[in-house]
């Protein structure tokens, strides 16, 4: 049995504006500049964090405070995600590992009735691919495909020995997200279910 690997924002939840306004909210307390869309599609996200200059020992209360922020907001799904969700859950075992917080994932899935998922993993206190490789063991995941939506995502489905689907209606661009070679790139949900695994 294949496992598809879900990322949560920006590849099924529709949370990148309402996300930066909170982002550039907080980082206004720290002194630092507000980052602009455009930066966060083309730019990798580390480069523009070394530029804030934001101390390393802030950024999980930062991280912590955006997850509070988050969850007073009423996210969407992308048009057409839940319908080729439910498609492939009948094809595929179906999970989510986010940086965001499992409540918040969970809520959204709950409201969305898109309650088609194995389990929610929240990646807040580990890597990302610290996160698979413990979903990996924790559920004998053999064959898992991770689907996200960052260079991120893909670095760290590599480093956990998995192929990733790259999606390119999220928070980085196409060309961004290409220098980092993903082994598939899609421009719209729909396409998940032509991909063979
Ligand atoms: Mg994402």
Request: net charge positive.
């Amino acid at each position: 049995m294949i496992h598809l690997i879900f990322d949560f924002d920006g590849t099924i939840a529709d949370s990148f504006d309402i996300n930066l306004r909170i982002v550039n909210k907080i980082l206004k307390k720290y002194d630092a500049r507000n980052i602009s869309k455009e930066e966060v599609r083309n730019r990798e996200i580390n480069d523009i964090l070394k530029e804030l200059k934001i101390p390393a020992v802030n950024v999980p209360s930062i991280i912590k405070e955006v997850v509070v922020e988050l969850k007073k907001e009423n996210l969407k799904p992308f048009k057409g995600m839940p319908e080729v969700l439910k498609t492939l859950s009948s094809k595929y075992r179906l999970c989510i590992i986010t940086a965001n917080s499992k409540d918040n994932a969970e809520k959204f899935l709950k409201k969305n009735k898109l309650e088609m998922f194995d389990f929610v993993h929240s990646t807040i206190l580990l890597s990302k691919y610290k996160a698979i490789e413990k979903a990996k063991k924790d559920f004998n995941i053999l064959h898992g495909i991770y689907i996200g939506d960052e260079t991120r995502d893909i670095e760290s489905a590599r480093k956990a020995g998995m192929r990733c689907v790259a999606v390119t209606w999220g928070y980085n661009s196409k060309e961004l997200l290409m220098k980092h070679d993903p082994e598939y790139i899609i421009d719209k949900p729909a396409e998940l279910l032509k991909l063979e695994f």
